[in-house]
């Protein structure tokens, strides 16, 4: 729970939007008219660009060498000087800067993407698909956030073009590692004095003031020698997953010496539950079983099906022992299950009622030099303490271990939420969200994930997702709607102005 003093004030914070956030400015107003009637096509052909570079990272080479990050850089250092803004390159990090003044706003966005299927994908995920879904751009980073680069390098040409008069300077922050290392970041910022002012657009509208804390569980399985009595059902591989922040949607088990009776058990099971899907392959007796659920952000499980969790609650038709595998399947079941909130799991289960809920989702299980491993991404709220939340893991882990009769290992990271609750530029950004998308008394909102907002004064996110729809970063079928893009070029060249002048 809140203590009582940031409850007050928080609840004084959402109380003033609605109450003395003044209006739009005509200027403002008339300058993002202008940005939609002039800049779809070359914010779109812009946006075409920036995916086209595959700025995942690659821990075989290192950022400085890898030819898709710099050549990454040099199209944003090429594209700021055509647009007339100037450029900076501190190596990880790049500020595009326009106009002059000692006091500064900054916009915080990255330029690196997650991990990616081509597989999964109708066209390349490195090229701007437009015509598969028509009205969808689809593509890797089209929503996290190559697209909220090019809108803000778009609203900001606006604002030059209109030679609005503005007090402050504007500098856009595109950082190269957000979804791998924040710590070159934090290294920058050391010795960097970042804007007074600060908005993140790499999250959700209207405004988020809050983020949950990230954390992860690793459970690490050592060979099996033991296995069933010869003749009787062995599951010899269970796995899932493909990277740390994303709900998993693909997941397999092997099962040996498997008869039809189980198979049909399985199947029956399986059918109960919504929205995944199973195929099942037989090469003599052994079954192999796959399921397909739907990839989400992992600070937003309820977005997405866990493939691995609804595996591991399909093959709960008998019980399992002998393997690597049985054993993890007993963990899944007994301790994470198909819901996600950790009510299984000990006592770590608990919600904050502004944060919201604990969420705990499974996301990689595979085989790691003869060890099984499974990957949990934890997403807290404020209302325990770290100390307090490492310890109930921990007695819950140890009750299952002693139960299970297995050396099993478990490594538990903790990270802290954050709270933003003074940041002067909230009353403004809900002014504006509000004019432009009708919503009347928007409010502040509070979200799983963990944006670089954490690190800059004044900051809080302001987009480029909508309330109440599905974040679509992270999954295989990440896109923005043209719709969406461009009313993001108007509220941020809006935002800018207001923010600036």
């Known amino acids: ?195 007074q002012v600060n908005i993140t657009i790499d999250a959700e509208y209207p405004v988020v003031t809050a983020e949950k804390g990230y954390g992860s569980i690793k459970l690490t399985l050592p060979p099996r020698t033991a296995l069933p009595a010869k003749g009787g059902p062995v599951l010899t591989r269970l796995a899932g997953g493909f990277f740390g922040s994303q709900i998993p949607e693909d997941a397999q088990a092997v099962i040996d010496h498997a008869p039809a009776a189980l198979e049909a058990a399985i199947r029956a099971r399986a059918q109960g539950q919504q929205g995944v899907r199973y195929s099942y392959a037989r090469t003599g007796d052994t079954l192999t079983v796959t399921a397909l659920g739907v990839s989400a952000h992992s600070s937003k499980p309820e977005d997405g099906v866990n493939a691995i969790s609804m595996l591991a609650d399909a093959l709960a038709v008998q019980p399992w022992q002998g393997t690597q595998a049985a054993d993890m399947l007993s963990f899944l079941n007994e301790l994470v299950g198909t819901d996600i909130y950790g009510e299984r799991f000990g006592q770590i289960a608990y919600r904050d009622g502004f944060m919201g809920p604990m969420t705990v989702a499974p996301t990689v299980l595979k085989q790691a030099g003869g060890a099984l491993e499974l990957n949990i991404n934890l997403r807290r709220p404020q209302g325990k303490t770290a100390a307090l939340l490492q310890q109930q893991v921990t007695a819950a882990f140890d009750g299952w271990k002693a139960r299970r009769q297995v050396p099993a290992t478990l490594q538990v990271q903790i990270g802290e939420p954050w709270l933003q609750t003074d940041a002067p530029q909230i009353p403004t950004l809900l002014s504006v969200f509000g004019h432009y998308t009708g919503i009347a008394h928007p409010q502040p909102v509070a979200i799983g994930g963990g944006t670089n907002s954490r690190l800059f004064p004044n900051a809080v996110s302001f987009g480029p997702a909508m309330p109440h729809t599905v974040y679509t970063g992270h999954s295989e079928h990440e896109f923005i709607t043209e719709k969406q893009l461009l009313l993001n070029l108007q509220m941020y060249t809006a935002v800018l102005i207001e923010l600036a002048k």
């Not at 700025?55 to 075989?60: G, K």
């Not at 490195?126 to 190559?146: A, V, W």
């Open 1 to 195: 729970m809140f203590k009582k003093p940031i409850l007050l004030t928080l609840m004084s914070l959402l109380l003033q939007p609605s109450v003395h956030a003044a209006p739009v400015s005509q200027q403002a107003q008339d300058t993002a008219r202008y940005a939609l009637a002039t800049y779809p096509e070359p914010l779109i052909a812009s946006l075409a660009k920036m995916i086209s570079y595959n700025t995942v990272a690659d821990p075989a080479v290192p950022f400085a060498d890898n030819p898709q990050h710099t050549g990454f850089k040099r199209y944003l250092a090429a594209e700021a000087q055509r647009l007339g803004f100037d450029f900076q390159d501190h190596g990880h990090v790049l500020i595009i800067g326009m106009g002059s003044g000692s006091e500064r706003v900054g916009v915080i966005t990255h330029g690196d993407v997650q991990p990616v299927n081509p597989a999964k994908w109708a066209r390349s995920p490195f090229e701007l698909d437009r015509s598969s879904e028509p009205g969808k751009l689809l593509g890797r980073g089209t929503e996290d956030d190559k697209g909220p680069i090019a809108t803000a390098l778009y609203a900001m040409k606006a604002i030059q073009d209109k030679q609005v008069p503005l007090s402050k300077r504007i500098e856009l922050y595109v950082y190269m590692a957000e979804e791998s290392d924040w710590e070159p970041l934090k290294q920058f910022l050391k010795t960097h004095t970042p804007p």
